[in-house]
């Protein structure tokens, strides 16, 4: 972990989004020399399923040595902005760094996508941070450390982290093309940058997207708290950057990471839009085109772990299961026992076989034969599987997710 030096002493800190997570650990981070936190998030009366509010994130603030303003901030709101703005400036005397983390996030394609979720993620991830960073500009002018960090990724346009959740991407960058054009504009007065993680942090997000069990997969907040100071110490010259966390705390000296996992020691999942990724990503997938005078049939597998699973998911398999997904599946499967499998979840009492579907399958996903038998087993969440670049999905995103319920069922007999 990195140690605190007491640069932050007396310095004013708005975070939005602050009242748990990312933004509450910088917060937590900041308040330990002494700063001045702003918490500008929505959360002013306990969640059910989330823990935390702008009141309980100023409490730990407190007895970690900072001061807290706790404001309730929608920051698709401009007025609530600005007041959260005037509040800060009258409480604090001005604004030395502003933090962009409220973000909004679903991983659905072009057509599962409603007009109401695109509008939320365009509107606090893109439209949010350049409303409050226009809005803290001129108080941010004034201060010597005068930073602003957007939790957003590097520019990748690899089109890989465009086809799957199109809408997602275009807000997030979002974010990040406000760095590469205020950094520019902003130059010699105040530092603009991105920080990303290089692997999934474990949050109350994560925990939604990937389900119980996916922490030992994850780093903890920690590690963008720790990457953050480091950019807040550095002077206004250092701007126009997009940051990954652990290359910046490498540059500090860190050496040991496992301080920084949930379990240290297991495998890690890599973060979107970084193409870290396992060679199957980058690879087309197999077309199984043969020229026409060696066109043949493929011999169907007789025994091995894939079978045996779609044996065992046959067993599982009933009318109430049919009348629940309405789906069929078709699997692309790479390596030992691979080849084109399907589960039919439309006719009646279901079937599974070798092969291509008898009708269009609704959803097709593509994967390596030893990940298939984790997804089936539990060992491996299809939400990651298809984060990480292991999992392709073609089709229905809706379909693919109730097809996760079903796994889970399985997973006992597995």
Request: glycine share 8%.
């Given at each position: 972990m990195l140690p605190n030096t007491g640069k932050l002493a007396g310095c004013t800190v708005f975070i939005t989004g602050a009242s748990r997570g990312i933004g509450k650990a910088i917060a937590l981070k900041a308040a330990k020399d002494g700063a001045n936190i702003v918490i500008a998030a929505k959360t002013a009366q306990a969640h059910p399923k989330l823990a935390g509010t702008i009141y309980s994130a100023a409490e730990e603030i407190k007895a970690a040595g900072g001061k807290a303003?706790?404001?309730?901030?929608?920051?698709?709101?401009?007025q609530q902005i600005s007041s959260a703005v005037e509040e800060a400036v009258e409480k604090f005397g001005g604004i030395d760094i502003l933090v962009n983390n409220a973000s909004a996030i679903s991983l659905t394609n072009t057509l599962e996508t409603p007009t109401k979720k695109v509008d939320l993620m365009m509107n606090v991830n893109t439209r949010g941070t350049y409303l409050t960073s226009k809005a803290c500009i001129p108080y941010l002018k004034k201060s010597k450390i005068a930073h602003i960090l957007n939790l957003s990724p590097p520019l990748n346009l690899n089109p890989l982290w465009f086809k799957?959740?199109?809408?997602?991407?275009?807000a997030k960058y979002g974010m990040s093309m406000c760095v590469l054009g205020m950094a520019e504009e902003f130059k010699g007065e105040i530092a603009v940058n991105a920080l990303w993680p290089k692997t999934a942090i474990y949050t109350a997000a994560m925990d939604m997207l990937g389900g119980s069990g996916i922490e030992s997969q994850c780093r903890k907040v920690d590690i963008i708290a720790d990457a953050a100071y480091c950019i807040f110490k550095k002077p206004k010259s250092f701007t126009g950057n997009f940051i990954i966390d652990e290359n910046i705390l490498k540059e500090e000296g860190i050496k040991n990471f496992d301080v920084y996992a949930i379990t240290p020691g297991h495998p890690l999942i890599p973060d979107f839009f970084l193409d870290e990724q396992p060679v199957i990503v980058t690879k087309k997938p197999a077309t199984h085109e043969l020229k026409e005078e060696e066109a043949q049939p493929p011999p169907k597998p007789r025994s091995g772990a894939?079978?045996?699973?779609?044996?065992?998911?046959k067993d599982s398999l009933s009318d109430d299961v049919v009348k629940a997904t309405q789906a069929i599946y078709q699997f692309e499967l790479s390596g030992e026992d691979g080849g084109t499998w399907f589960l039919d979840l439309k006719s009646k009492g279901g079937n599974v076989g070798y092969g291509e579907p008898s009708d269009r399958a609704d959803v097709v996903m593509s994967m390596s034969t030893d990940d298939f038998v984790k997804m089936f087993s539990g060992k491996l969440k299809p939400t990651?599987?298809?984060?990480?670049?292991?999992?392709?999905?073609?089709?229905?995103?809706?379909?693919?997710i109730k097809l996760e319920k079903l796994m889970n069922q399985m997973n006992a007999r597995l």
């Amino acid at each position: 972990m990195l140690p605190n030096t007491g640069k932050l002493a007396g310095c004013t800190v708005f975070i939005t989004g602050a009242s748990r997570g990312i933004g509450k650990a910088i917060a937590l981070k900041a308040a330990k020399d002494g700063a001045n936190i702003v918490i500008a998030a929505k959360t002013a009366q306990a969640h059910p399923k989330l823990a935390g509010t702008i009141y309980s994130a100023a409490e730990e603030i407190k007895a970690a040595g900072g001061k807290a303003l706790p404001c309730v901030v929608d920051v698709r709101d401009e007025q609530q902005i600005s007041s959260a703005v005037e509040e800060a400036v009258e409480k604090f005397g001005g604004i030395d760094i502003l933090v962009n983390n409220a973000s909004a996030i679903s991983l659905t394609n072009t057509l599962e996508t409603p007009t109401k979720k695109v509008d939320l993620m365009m509107n606090v991830n893109t439209r949010g941070t350049y409303l409050t960073s226009k809005a803290c500009i001129p108080y941010l002018k004034k201060s010597k450390i005068a930073h602003i960090l957007n939790l957003s990724p590097p520019l990748n346009l690899n089109p890989l982290w465009f086809k799957q959740h199109c809408a997602y991407t275009i807000a997030k960058y979002g974010m990040s093309m406000c760095v590469l054009g205020m950094a520019e504009e902003f130059k010699g007065e105040i530092a603009v940058n991105a920080l990303w993680p290089k692997t999934a942090i474990y949050t109350a997000a994560m925990d939604m997207l990937g389900g119980s069990g996916i922490e030992s997969q994850c780093r903890k907040v920690d590690i963008i708290a720790d990457a953050a100071y480091c950019i807040f110490k550095k002077p206004k010259s250092f701007t126009g950057n997009f940051i990954i966390d652990e290359n910046i705390l490498k540059e500090e000296g860190i050496k040991n990471f496992d301080v920084y996992a949930i379990t240290p020691g297991h495998p890690l999942i890599p973060d979107f839009f970084l193409d870290e990724q396992p060679v199957i990503v980058t690879k087309k997938p197999a077309t199984h085109e043969l020229k026409e005078e060696e066109a043949q049939p493929p011999p169907k597998p007789r025994s091995g772990a894939v079978e045996g699973t779609f044996r065992i998911v046959k067993d599982s398999l009933s009318d109430d299961v049919v009348k629940a997904t309405q789906a069929i599946y078709q699997f692309e499967l790479s390596g030992e026992d691979g080849g084109t499998w399907f589960l039919d979840l439309k006719s009646k009492g279901g079937n599974v076989g070798y092969g291509e579907p008898s009708d269009r399958a609704d959803v097709v996903m593509s994967m390596s034969t030893d990940d298939f038998v984790k997804m089936f087993s539990g060992k491996l969440k299809p939400t990651i599987a298809f984060m990480s670049g292991r999992l392709k999905i073609k089709g229905n995103m809706a379909l693919a997710i109730k097809l996760e319920k079903l796994m889970n069922q399985m997973n006992a007999r597995l």
